[in-house]
């Protein structure tokens, strides 16, 4: 049973174009999260929702835009495709926001390469 | 300067050695202090969590924190060849309202 799961795993694409990343957790939780990891390994916080409520808004580019419809799913959609925006995106859950004892659970990532 | 600081590697170990993989930070403000662990075309997974300064062990893992320094460490005793893998530190404040921040990550080969 795959906890959080996106899709999908791999994306080739040109620039300019427009895509979407869709991510799914069923382990209950209530927060879920977009980061971005680069070539370096460095995973920066992009978005988080709580609840379907937007609560962290990294200084994203304004072409990316998630999208929460219910707890369980945040989908990334990204306008305008740039040779910078290649990385891995993973997308991660945890129960509440702060809570003491609330590990984020990632997902296996999507790997997005722009030519 | 990054909020959290780790050195990269790759730090290459036979199996068996007691590995330390460390991670200093800036922000006084940190309280909840994370390993994760990241194999090859994986997501990040939980290794261990510990809270404010002290040391925490489970298994072969040792997580210790020094506050007062910035400075956290864990360490892997009897490291194997599935050990080989990227080690990324991770740490949060109290409030929690900021997500969660991370280290660049040490990638670990322990060579069979």
């Known amino acids: 049973d795959t906890a959080v799961s996106q899709t999908p795993k791999y994306l080739v694409t040109q620039m300019g174009n427009d895509k979407s990343i869709k991510c799914e957790q069923n382990?209950?939780?209530?927060?879920m999260y977009w980061y971005k990891q680069d070539s370096k390994k460095f995973l920066k916080i992009m978005f988080s929702?709580?609840?379907?409520?937007?609560?962290i808004n990294e200084t994203v580019p304004n072409r990316f835009s998630p999208k929460s419809p219910d707890k369980a799913h945040l989908n990334l959609h990204i306008n305008s495709l740039e040779l910078g925006d290649s990385a891995v995106y993973f997308c991660?859950?945890?129960?509440?926001?702060?809570?003491?004892?609330?590990?984020?659970?990632f997902g296996n990532g999507t790997r997005l390469t722009v030519t | 300067q990054k909020e959290v600081e780790q050195d990269p590697g790759p730090l290459s170990v036979p199996e068996g050695a007691i590995v330390s993989l460390n991670c200093t930070y800036s922000?006084?403000?940190?309280?909840?202090f994370m390993w994760y662990r990241q194999y090859s075309r994986k997501g990040p997974e939980l290794l261990m969590y510990?809270?404010?300064?002290g040391n925490k062990e489970d298994g072969r893992f040792t997580a210790q924190v020094d506050k007062s320094s910035k400075y956290i460490s864990l360490f892997i005793r009897d490291s194997q060849p599935s050990d080989s893998a990227t080690y990324l530190c991770?740490?949060?404040?109290?409030?929690?309202?900021?997500?969660?921040?991370f280290g660049s990550g040490t990638r670990l080969q322990v060579q069979p």
């Open positions: 991660a859950s945890s129960r509440g926001q702060g809570a003491r004892n609330s590990p984020l659970h």
């Open positions: 929702y709580n609840n379907k409520e937007l609560i």
């Open positions: 382990l209950g939780h209530d927060t």
């Open positions: 991770a740490m949060r404040d109290a409030g929690g309202r900021r997500a969660l921040t």
């Open positions: 510990t809270y404010s300064s």
């Open positions: 922000n006084s403000a940190f309280q909840y």
